[in-house]
C-alpha cells in the first residue's frame, strides 16, 4: 500500500482487469453513451410535423391554404378530415401534433375584407413538439397573408415596395445567438452528456471504492493513513473520466464541429475540477454509508436528475429558492455554466472564475470525508489494543 | 412449496430489506417533491433584454415600452450599437436583445417595410422561445396598429379598420396542458419512467440479493420453487405495490400539482397491469444477469437519460433514428408513457392506445418467459454446484 504511485497505478491497473464490469465503465460504456445520446437527436431540428385539417370551406382559397402548410418544410398535412369531431380525436390520441379549422365562407369573408378566423389546436402537452408546430403554423400563415395583403395592394394600384410595405408594414429577423441554426441536438446533447458525465463520475468512484470494501473491508483497507489511501485510490479515476470529459468536448467541437468560441484551457481545467468535486461528494457519501447499495441509491437520488436542475430547459432564474438551493449542491451546474459561456458565449477567461470557485469549494468536502475515515480507523483499532 | 408459501417469503424477502424499500417507497416519494420543483413556476418570465435603438423615434420609444409591458420580457437596459449589446449578454448574462434600425419611424411613414431585429440566447432554448414569444407579439401588435391607421388614413370607418387590418386572423389554442406550463408538461411523463426506474432497481436487487446469497453458501426458497411459480408471484406482488404507488402518483400528486386527469381508473389499471408486469420481469432478467446488488443502480441510472429522451415525449418519436426508435420499444417506460399520457393527460379512449397495451403484452410474455428460463439456469447451476 505505502508505495510509489506508479506501482499503485499498476495495482490499480490489475485490480481494474479482474473487474468486467468496472473495466467497461471506464472503457467503452461511456463513449457508448455520448454517441447514444447524440445519435437521438441527430435529426438536428424536427422537420414534418404532422397536423391534421378540417377544411369547412371547400374554397379554392381554403385548398391553396392546406398546400401552402404543406410547404413548409416544419409541416405535413397527415390527414383532412370532414368533421371537428374526427380531428378532435385524432389529436387526443396524438396521431397528430395540431389540428387547423378552416371555417366555411373563408373564401368569400376574406374576398369581402371579413377577416375568418383559422382556429389552431395545438397538443401542448408535448410541449417542444407543440410549440414548434405553432409556430411553424404562425409562420405560414404570416406569409399567406402577406400574399393576399400583397395582391390586394396591387389591385389597389400600388406598385413594388409600396405593395409589401403595404401587406407587410414591419419585417421582422429573429436571430438565434450562439446556436444560428437553432440546432435542438446541439442545444439539448452539450448538456445532456455532462448531466451523464457527472453520473458516471460518481458511479466509478463509488464502484471502485466498494470494491475495497468487499474486498478487504473498509477499515483495513484505509490503513493507518486514510487520506492518502483514498487519493491513492481516486487519483487514476480522475485522470480516467477528466479524459472521458476531454472525449465528449472533442466530439462535440472537433468531430461534429460545433462552434467553440472560448478556451479550450478554461473548460478542461474546469472538467479536471469537476471530476474532484464530483469525486469529493462521492467520497464524503461513501465514508458516511459504508455500504456499497445504500451509498449508490444515494449516489442515485443525487445525481440522476440532474438535468432539470442545470438551468438549460428551463432557466435558473426562474427557479424558486428550494431548486436553486439544490442546484447549487450539484457540481455539474456549475460546470455547465462554465462550458456555455466558453463554448457558446465566448466569454472572458475571468468570467467563468465564479464556477470554478464553487467547484473549488466542492473539494472541501474531501476534509470532512479524511476526518470521518480516521475516526472510523481509530474506532476499529482502539478494541485491538485493548485485547493486546 | 405452494403458493401461498412462496408469497409469505416473497413478501418477506422484500419488506426485509431496506434497500428494495428505501427505493421503492423512499425514492417514489423523493423524486415526486424533487423533480417537480425546478419547474415550479411553470413558464420562464420576465427576461432581460438589452435594446438598441437606433432610431430614438416616438414610435421606437413606444415599441420598446410595448415590449416590456410583455410578461415574458423585461428591458433591462440600453446599449449605444450591436456590439456592446452582445458584451451585455456574454458578460452579464442578458437573455436577448432589441434592435430598432435607424430610420425605423420614417420609413414605416413612407410605406417601406423596416425590418426589427430581435435576438434571443439559444443556448437556453426555451429562454430563447420565450424572448421570441415576447418581441414578435409586441411586433405584431405593432404591425397591426400600423395596418388600422393606414386604413383610416385610406378613409375606412375605424370600426372596419379594427377587423380588416389582416386578412385571415389565426386563434392559437394549447391543448392537453392548456397554460403550457412545464411541470404540467415534464411530470406525468417523468413519473412513469420513476415507477419503471423504481420497480426494475427493486427487482434487480432482489434477485442478485439472492445470487449473492446461493454464492455466500446460503440456499433459500427461491432454489426449492418452481420457476414459473416465482415468475407469477413476483409479477403479482410488485402489481400490488406498484398499483398502491400508482394511486398515490395519479391520484395525490397529480392532485397537488394541479395536472389533469382524464382517464377513469379501471381504463388506467388496464395499461397498468401489463406495465408493472412487463416492467417486472424485465427487472427478474437483469436480476439474473448482474453478479451483484449495487450493478442494478448503476444499470438503471445510466439508462434513465436515454430512457426519458428515447420515451417520445421531448423528442418526437418520428424524429428518431430508426435503431433508436426499436431500441426504445425494446423498454416497457416507451410505450406506457405514451399510453399514461394519451389517456390520462390528452383524453384519448382505451381503444385508441389499443396498440400500445398489446405491446406491453407481448414484452410481458417475452420478458416473462426469458426470466423463467434464467431461473431456471440458477437452480441448475446451483444444483449442479453441489
Redesign the interface.
Known sequence: MNTAPNILKGREWHFLKKDYWLMSLVTWVPICLFILLWYIFSAGLPRDLSIAVVDLDHSQMSRSLIRHYDANPMLRVERQFASIDEGQTALKAADVNALIILPSQLEADTRIGRPPQVTVFYNAQFLLTGKLTASALLQSQGTFNAKISAMKAYSQGKVGIHALGAAVPVNSQITALFNISSNYAQFLVTAIIPAMWQILIVVVTLLALSRELRLQGLTSWLGNNPARAILAKLWPYTLILWLHGLLFLLGMYVVLGWQMNGSWFIILLTQLLMVIASQGMAILLFVLVKDAVRVLSLAAAYTAPSFAFMGVTFPATDMALPARIWRELLPVSHYIEVQIAQASHGATATSSFPQMFNLLLFCVAFLPAFLIAKRLVNKSNKPLKVQI | MNLLQLFKFELRSIFTD??IL??VFG?VL??SF??P?????Q???E?SVVVVDLDNSNLSRELVRMVDATPQIQVNRFANSINQAGQF???DGL??MLVIPKNFYRD?L????????????????????TI?EG??SA?GT??AG??IS?LLIEGQAMV?AE??Y?????????????T?G?V???V?AVFVLILHQTCL?ALA?LGAGQTEKNQAGVSGYWLNADAWQLVITRGFIFILIYLVLMMFYFGFSFNFYDISRLAAPQDLIVLAIPFILATTFLGIIIGQLI?????A??L???S???LL??AG????S????M??YYLAQLFPSTAAI?GF??LN?????IY??QTLIEQLWVQTIVFGFISYYLLVRRKHIQSTAK
Open positions: 431496506p434497500a428505501l427505493t425514492g423523493f423524486y424533487l423533480y420543483l425546478p419547474y415550479a413556476q413558464l420562464p418570465r427576461q449578454i456574454t458578460e437573455a436577448g414605416l413612407l410605406g417601406k417595410s423596416p425590418t426589427l431585429s430581435y435576438a434571443g440566447d439559444a443556448s437556453y432554448f426555451l429562454v430563447y422561445s421570441v418581441m414578435s411586433g405593432l404591425a400600423i395596418r393606414r372596419l377587423e380588416q389582416t386578412p385571415l386572423k389565426v386563434n392559437l389554442r394549447p391543448v392537453f396542458n392548456t403550457t412545464y404540467h408538461y415534464v406525468p432497481i436487487l453478479p451483484r446488488r449495487e450493478l443502480m448503476m438503471v441510472l445510466f434513465s437519460l436515454p429522451f428515447m415525449f421531448v423528442w418526437p418520428s424524429m428518431l433514428p435503431p433508436v405514451q399520457l394519451r393527460q390528452m383524453g384519448a379512449e385508441q392506445i
